[in-house]
């Protein structure tokens, strides 16, 4: 059981220049943040969201400037259509450290499909870190909506409420009846009256770009059962590449970018055999246009396996960046227990390594 409603601390998810936090409670209510004094809320349409998912958007600069904001939660045992009455369950204070400066940690879990005691203890083991990456398939699939706590347990146990997160969802992500619900429970872009899964964020000297290739086969396959149409998503995102290519100024090429990280759970940059040979000629796109961005390096999960690409890599597609491939769900010990594989970039004195954890095995980007 939980002292207060709140199932875990709040995650401080990025987007563009801006942070949506969002956090879970066990009763239905109405939540906000409270940041020097000024209130953010759900509001949509004049209605403040009533329910356990309480996702709020805040401005980067306010929540950067003050280094702490204030979750609250007003419980409503029934929201009556006259005269509902709330009482106050939670008012709880989180320090917020954004990333800044030359040096600073990343952490990339994938793959966890639900697990969260292996990748947790990874984290442990390796300290605390600037900013938290969530890399697809979190969960095992997304059938009921509780799934989605997995990425919540994650994020609140690595970062604390205090630390950046960011989401890129992953295939197994999309499967389920709940899945169609995900996008009230994660970070999202908006654009063309859609909220949508790809976006690029801002944290100090980094910028990065979160993509997400949908599903791993093509949208005919019996396995979905005509419920899904992800090329037409895919092509919508090449159009987004292309305009941030447009706005550089504002984007890859402002003022103090000194890292640019790419972020999907599928390395696209592979070829697959048919049927997960979906969206090749999208992909050759999306290999030419990160290279026409500067991207430093692609950080994905999705193989099962950790291992590295360097540049114009033989057999794959020709891409001018390196490629991190980091996460393995379980890997049996000696002693018949198990441990997650993940990973981690380390920027320091101007050097730029990710490893794959615990291995060690590292490279120079």
């Excluded at 246009?289 to 950790?306: K, P, S, V, Y």
């Amino acid at each position: 059981m939980h002292d207060t409603p709140l199932l875990c601390a709040p995650c401080v998810f990025v987007v563009g220049r801006d942070y949506q936090i969002i956090f879970l409670t066990e009763t239905r209510g109405i939540g906000w943040i409270e940041i020097d004094g000024a209130r953010y809320t759900d509001e949509e349409a004049g209605l403040l969201f009533y329910g356990t998912v309480h996702k709020i958007p805040v401005p980067g600069a306010a929540l950067n400037r003050a280094r702490c904001y204030t979750a609250v939660f007003v419980e409503y045992a029934d929201k009556k259509p006259y005269f509902p009455q709330g009482e106050e369950k939670v008012r709880r204070e989180y320090a917020f450290y954004p990333l800044e400066g030359g040096n600073y940690r990343i952490f990339h879990f994938a793959d966890t499909h639900a697990r969260t005691a292996t990748p947790l203890a990874l984290y442990e083991r390796t300290g605390d870190c600037d900013l938290i990456v969530l890399n697809g398939d979190i969960n095992e699939h997304s059938h009921e909506r509780k799934n989605f706590h997995t990425a919540f347990v994650l994020a609140a146990g690595a970062a604390r409420g205090e630390r950046p997160v960011v989401y890129s969802r992953g295939n197994h992500d999309t499967r389920g009846c709940a899945a169609q619900e995900l996008v009230n429970c994660i970070p999202t872009s908006f654009g063309g009256g859609r909220r949508e899964t790809f976006y690029s964020f801002r944290q100090g000297p980094l910028w990065g770009l979160v993509l997400d290739c949908g599903e791993d086969k093509y949208d005919a396959n019996a396995e979905y059962g005509g419920t899904v149409l992800f090329d037409a998503f895919r092509r919508r995102e090449t159009e987004y590449i292309r305009s941030l290519i447009a706005r550089r100024e504002e984007e890859y090429a402002a003022p103090g970018v000194t890292t640019r990280l790419a972020i999907c759970h599928v390395p696209f940059v592979e070829h697959f055999a048919y049927p997960f040979d979906v969206g090749d000629e999208i992909y050759e796109e999306w290999t030419q246009l990160l290279g026409e961005i500067g991207i430093d390096l692609l950080l994905c999960g999705h193989m099962h396996r950790a291992y590295f690409l360097p540049p114009h890599a033989a057999g794959k597609r020709d891409a001018a960046f390196p490629v991190a491939v980091c996460s393995i769900p379980a890997v049996r010990d000696a002693d018949g227990g198990e441990h997650y594989v993940g990973g981690l970039i380390e920027v320091r004195g101007g050097r730029r390594v990710v490893k794959i954890i615990p291995d060690g095995e590292e490279m120079e980007f």
